[in-house]
């Protein structure tokens, strides 16, 4: 099955500063790579996703890259912000049958410090 | 977006007794909904995959008799957790998907249950 690992576990930035984190995931078949805003206690936040079909995708001041033959993403957040602070969260999901599951990576901590 | 209502959002029960967590799709249909469990300071990880009527997939290592899943209808699974202990504690959280096909969408969760077993 998929199994997709993140790093870092935490990161320290200061306000201002960029932030990037990445995932690597093993299933070849995973075409779906979502990325997640975690508030302690509440639901994960969608807050970019990209397919398989692009390399690159941009939503203000965040962005995703994809390299589909390294099997890595990356989440970048520029301009951060203490409000960024927060438990983000990487994920890889297929098409049908046992790889239509959304496998999470292991979470990155990231805090902006003001 | 679509929505996923989870209740209870927290419950504290007794070691030994059950609870029942529901999960709801509030404006659309989902076939298929998703349970995962959320230790402190861990991610997300995937108990099981509910099947509107047919039987849930477990994940490897997670107990099918322990955490008994019912999908009776298109909008509704609930999860629940027998005989519960301590170490069942947790934050428990359902997510849906809009649609099946050949585009894989966007995933919406619930709200989440801490459940709490003294």
């Known amino acids: 099955g998929e199994n997709v690992e993140q790093h870092p576990s935490t990161l320290s930035v200061q306000e201002g500063d960029s932030a990037v984190i990445k995932c690597t995931y093993s299933d070849s078949a995973s075409n779906y790579f979502p990325w997640y805003k975690q508030e302690l206690g509440k639901r994960p936040q969608l807050i970019i996703d990209i397919r398989s079909n692009v390399g690159e995708k941009k939503d203000q001041r965040i962005a995703v890259t994809l390299n589909k033959t390294a099997k890595h993403f990356s989440l970048h957040i520029t301009e951060t912000q203490p409000e960024d602070s927060a438990v983000y969260f990487c994920a890889a999901k297929g098409y049908g049958g046992a790889t239509n599951k959304l496998i999470f990576g292991t979470g990155t901590l990231l805090a902006v410090q003001p | ?118």
């Open chain 2, 1 to 118: 977006g679509a929505v996923v209502s989870q209740h209870p959002s927290w419950v504290i029960c007794k070691s030994g007794t059950s609870v029942k967590i529901e999960c709801r799709s509030l404006d659309f249909q989902a076939t298929t909904m998703f349970w995962y469990r959320q230790f402190p300071k861990q991610s997300l990880m995937l108990m099981a995959t509910s099947n509107e009527g047919s039987k849930a997939t477990y994940e490897q290592g997670v107990e099918k008799d322990k955490f008994l899943i019912n999908h009776a209808s298109l909008t509704l699974s609930t999860l629940t957790v027998t005989s519960a202990h301590p170490e069942d504690s947790s934050f428990y959280i359902c997510s849906a998907s809009v649609g099946q096909g050949t585009l894989n969408t966007e995933a919406f969760f619930g709200q989440g249950t801490r459940l709490t077993v003294v």
